[in-house]
């Protein structure tokens, strides 16, 4: 089964989306639905969020679906045509060091997909770590006053 195309879009194809900069269009001229592939290294014991801006086809073409797998989490979106471009999370918790994959599958095939924006992936810091930067920041603000005091 062939996996379709997607299209790279340039600034101002669509300016109700994106006029900032290129961007997906995750149903290109196969009418097959794109399947957009890539992995990222991370390391073990960290959580990590994958961000993307998902909009709808733009097109009154009806819902799009796209199914998002980062790791071995997976989430299925129902995108309504002409939605705005929405940002959207998937969180996942790496066991192991290594590479993980992320995948964004439109199931569509009518030449009016998706469009995919803005992917990043990032960690998410534990909770110790602001507890830790609040008694940092608490601390420093002892010393100074103390040093005016004194």
């Known amino acids: ?60 073409w009806g819902v799009d679906t796209v199914i998002v797998i980062f790791g071995s989490i997976s989430q299925i979106f129902n995108v309504q045509d002409n939605e705005a471009l929405t940002t959207r999370s998937l969180f996942y918790n790496s066991l192991l060091n290594g590479f993980a994959g992320l995948s964004f599958h439109n199931l569509g095939g009518d030449l009016c997909g998706t469009l995919l924006d803005n992917v990043t992936v990032s960690f998410v810091p534990e909770p110790g770590t602001y507890a830790m930067l609040l008694v940092g920041l608490v601390g420093l603000r002892v010393v100074t006053r103390r040093r005016r005091q004194g």
């Open 1 to 60: 089964m062939p996996l379709g195309t997607i299209d790279v879009e340039v600034p101002g194809w669509y300016p109700q989306v994106s006029n900032s900069g290129n961007f997906v269009d995750q149903d290109g001229t196969s009418y097959v639905g794109g399947l957009f592939l890539n992995s990222v290294e991370l390391t073990a014991s960290i959580t990590y969020e994958l961000r993307f801006g998902l909009a709808g086809n733009q097109r009154n």
